[in-house]
């Protein structure tokens, strides 16, 4: 539908601006926050322009360690969490291709009940089986590892629903066609299946890696050390000190720190993630 | 030599339907087989068993010899052409043409030798790089023989590969198919509903009707003596024209007052048929019988005529007549018709079966 109303575009765009500074507003903030001292925030107004603390605090969250109880530098939570954040994503992918493929392709009995059981575990998120999920971790001495924090977290049943989606869009003479050439079920899933589903495949990787990188209950409640902390979780960590002042600055430019790989991802992939979503090229 | 050889292939589903009862099909080689028949009729799903796509419940299906019914359908040494194309969307025509090559192992400079010598003969070498979704219809359709083509299958089979192209491509692609299998020498197996293109292409048909095969024979064999009325009705446009009659010692009383002389030893009820192309006009004293004309079909060349027969009660048969060139008789007048005895199919009505 094409309108032309000046007035319509007028408020259209007006609209588009006040969402805009709605949501940049408080980055724009933590990002001036980040170069004043941190005893600027006490004095009751806000700065909203850049001091000239800056490079100090940079400085230190960059280099140093994170402080506030937390003896780990910021550079190495980030690694943390990007390996957390990867291997949820990764894991979750290849697992829902994997029994999406089994759903979709293959005749074996109890099929659909297979799927429904996997669907169903939608309604139990982490947080819903967490002591459960504890227990089982803990009894498998993974607390305080990078196997522990991104294994519980893998399966999908988002992720299978949706291949099995686009699995079904598959037309069955492409099947039989890849058969008739001698393609074995391996050959099929990577020489055909994967490449078609490339674009779900990038679209569910911006989701999952959001999701992932913004793990923190889970993170926190199974890391003791502090080589494992992840820096979703850290941040909560920093501000807990008891008396003395709180590092503003440098937890401000910490956030601005967490928020830099999702924001990459998205704006990196969005052409694909849109593609994922919206057409399909079979 | 014998290529193919079905014997009694039956096929039932799991859900106990019966959709083949039994066939019997020996293909020699180099020979081009049509199997046509009405949708639903199993000519898709006898394919499929050939092809591999689904199982046989009963029966034989051997290949040079050697039985094919647990065999997978890569290793039966047959290529088959797809209604959808089905060409993989994410690959380049090449890749497309490559793919069971590759699949086979052999060796990469002699997969592009074959597809080149492949896309040569089809004139796909400028489109080699392309991807399917730049092609078009009769570009894909090409792709899809050549990816058959390559692999130098024994056995190709066509699962009404025509059917998604305009008319006048359907025609060349029809003409095209025909000299490729000739150079080719490959046994072939084709699927279609349409019977000119069945007509046009095959060295024998096999006219198949709820899983059973009628009648297995050259065009001019079935166009000249169908088994059955169903064969009959199916092979020809317009088609033959079929009226329930009784055999009598008088000949064929086809209604009280008609009746056509005829000395047979058959007694009892028949199907009458005669094609539209084989009534004759005439004059009142020679004609056989009168048509009460309904609708012309003027097609320049040639001109159909739709009409009854003309009886005192009113309810005669319906009846096509074909005339060459182009004739405009009034709607409702009559028209007198010669049915030379030499033209005739009779059918026993109860077996269904030609006299």
């Known amino acids: ?282 | 030599m014998t290529d193919v050889i079905l014997e009694k292939v039956g096929k039932t589903y799991p859900n106990g339907y019966h959709a083949i009862p039994s066939v019997d099909l020996s293909i020699e080689e180099g020979e081009f087989i049509v199997l046509v028949g009405p949708s639903g009729c199993g000519k898709s799903t006898l394919l499929r068993m050939v092809a591999g796509l689904e199982s046989i419940s009963t029966g034989e299906l051997r290949i040079r010899g050697e039985r094919m019914n647990d065999k997978e359908p890569a290793e039966r040494d047959i290529a088959m052409v797809f209604q959808n194309y089905a060409l993989y969307p994410h690959m380049t025509v090449y890749d497309n043409m490559a793919y069971g090559l590759k699949n086979r192992g052999m060796p990469k400079a002699q997969i592009a030798e074959k597809v080149s010598d492949v896309a040569t003969m089809l004139g796909l070498t400028e489109l080699l790089q392309r991807k399917p979704r730049q092609l078009s219809g009769g570009q894909r359709q090409r792709v899809a023989m050549g990816r058959a083509m390559v692999r130098d299958p024994k056995v190709f089979l066509f699962d009404e590969p025509l059917s998604n192209l305009d008319a006048k491509l359907r025609v060349q692609m029809r003409v095209e198919i025909r000299q490729l299998q000739r150079k080719l020498g490959t046994t072939t197996l084709y699927v279609t509903h349409d019977q000119v293109e069945a007509m046009t292409l095959a060295d024998r048909l096999v006219v198949l009707n709820k899983g059973k095969a009628e009648q297995i024979g050259t065009p001019m064999d079935l166009y000249n003596k169908p088994a059955t009325p169903f064969v009959a009705a199916f092979i020809g446009s317009p088609s033959m024209n079929l009226i329930n009659a009784n055999l009598t010692e008088q000949g064929v009383k086809i209604s009280e007052a008609l009746t056509l002389p005829l000395s047979h030893a058959f007694r009892g009820g028949i199907v009458w048929g005669i094609r539209p192309e084989h009534l004759e006009v005439s004059d009142e004293q020679n004609a056989d019988f009168a048509l009460r004309i309904q609708a012309v079909e003027s097609l320049g060349a040639e001109t159909l005529i739709h009409g009854k027969l003309e009886t005192e009660s009113g309810h005669g048969e319906p009846l096509v007549v074909r005339l060459s060139g182009p004739h405009l008789p009034d709607i409702n007048s009559l028209m007198w018709l010669r049915a030379p005895v030499s033209h005739w199919h009779l059918f026993d009505a109860n077996t269904q079966q030609r006299l």
Not at chain 1, 34 to 56: C, K, M, N, Q, R
Not at chain 1, 201 to 214: E, H, K, Q, S
């Open chain 1, 1 to 282: 539908m094409i309108e032309n109303r000046p007035w319509l575009t007028f408020a259209s765009h007006a609209t588009l601006l006040i969402g805009i500074a709605l949501v940049a507003l408080p980055v724009w903030m933590a990002l001036v926050a980040s170069t004043h001292p941190a005893s600027a925030f006490g004095v009751g107004h806000i700065p909203l322009w850049f001091g000239d603390a800056g490079a100090e605090t940079w400085g230190t969250v960059l280099f140093e360690k994170a402080g506030n109880g937390v003896d780990t530098p910021v550079w190495f939570m980030m690694l943390n969490s990007l390996i957390m954040a990867l291997g949820i994503t990764f894991g979750k992918i290849a697992i829902s291709l994997l029994s999406a493929y089994a759903i979709v392709f293959f005749r074996f009995p109890f099929r659909n009940l297979c799927f429904w059981i996997i669907f169903m575990t939608l309604m139990l998120p982490v947080e819903v089986r967490i002591v459960p999920t504890y227990e089982v971790v803990a009894n498998l001495d993974l607390l305080n590892s990078y196997t522990g924090l991104t294994l519980p977290l893998i399966a999908s049943a988002t992720a299978t629903f949706l291949f099995r989606q686009c699995f079904l869009s598959v037309p069955g003479e492409l099947v039989e066609a890849a058969r008739m050439d001698g393609a074995g079920p391996w050959r099929f899933f990577f020489d055909i299946l994967l490449p078609l589903s490339r674009t779900n495949i990038a679209a569910l990787f911006v989701i999952l890696f959001i999701y992932g990188w913004n793990q923190y209950l889970w993170p926190l409640l199974i890391t003791t050390d502090d080589a494992y902390y992840t820096l979703v979780m850290s941040i909560k960590r920093m501000l807990s000190v008891t008396d003395g002042d709180i590092a503003w600055n440098q937890i401000m430019a910490t956030t601005l720190l967490a928020m830099l790989p999702p924001v990459a991802v998205v704006i990196g992939m969005q052409k694909l993630f849109v593609k994922g979503l919206v057409d399909s090229e079979k």
